[in-house]
């Protein structure tokens, strides 16, 4: 078994289990989380029902079996607007390590935990991960350093959908919900030799403006999840 630092997009990870960094308040607005968010709604909501019910505390770790991967919350934060502490950072590590046996997962990814938005130096968390990570044995583990220009699944399935012409615009309307004024300002900004992940495409700006907002972002990750799922055929003709 191993343990590998990887600079490179989580996402991609084809791990058993991969590690999400929440609070305890039920947000997820920002950073690792919101993508966490985008992708896998149903998981969001059952984090959520737990922190409206006052049952996740900071240093405690929120399992979600329901997906593939299995998703893994790390509470390392009691409020969003707080930064992580080292001790919660720590207590999460700690009960990974006694447990992951338990749970029978034999791979994993993780995130810098804290780093970002957690406002940790790096250089601490690199120490704490590598101390309870690094020699655990029966576990392929992998800790990512976020590379916003490496492409997930979902971008390289949009890339595909816009070169092969597999939608007629009115037929994207129609499965994503996504008017077809937006999906031109997509279609551009994929163009764009600087656009290179989904990450880069959601903060793209056109005259100091977003090209498309929160509601139409969210509506993209469904819209992509489903196509990579099979529940949207690969061209519009067959629906």
């Not at 969001?44 to 405690?60: A, N, S």
């Not at 991960?129 to 576990?139: A, E, V």
Request: some cysteine; glycine content about 6%.
């Amino acid at each position: 078994m191993s343990y590998v630092e990887i600079k490179g997009n989580l996402f991609n990870s084809k791990a058993m289990a991969i590690v999400n960094t929440v609070n305890c308040v039920g947000a997820m607005g920002k950073g690792i989380a919101l993508d966490f968010k985008l992708r896998y709604p149903e998981m969001f909501k059952e984090y959520q029902r737990i922190c409206f019910q006052h049952l996740l505390k900071p240093g405690q770790i929120l399992p979600y079996k329901k997906s593939s991967p299995i998703i893994l919350n790390f509470a390392i934060k009691d409020d969003w607007k707080d930064p992580s502490k080292v001790e919660w950072i720590e207590e999460t590590l700690q009960k990974f390590a006694d447990n992951y046996k338990k749970l029978g997962i034999t791979s994993i990814a993780f995130p810098w935990m804290g780093a970002m938005n957690g406002g940790i130096p790096i250089e601490t968390i690199q120490r704490l991960m590598r101390k309870y990570l690094s020699n655990l044995d029966g576990i392929d583990v992998e800790v990512y350093e976020f590379d916003p220009d490496v492409p997930c699944a979902l971008y390289k399935s949009l890339e595909s959908i816009i070169s092969q012409n597999l939608f007629a615009i009115p037929d994207l309307e129609k499965y994503s919900g996504i008017k077809g004024r937006y999906w031109e300002r997509i279609f551009n900004a994929v163009a764009d030799e600087n656009t290179t992940s989904i990450n880069i495409l959601c903060h793209y700006y056109v005259n100091g403006k977003r090209i498309i907002g929160k509601t139409n972002i969210e509506r993209l990750f469904v819209f992509l999840t489903k196509y990579n799922n099979g529940e949207i055929p690969s061209t519009g003709s067959l629906f």
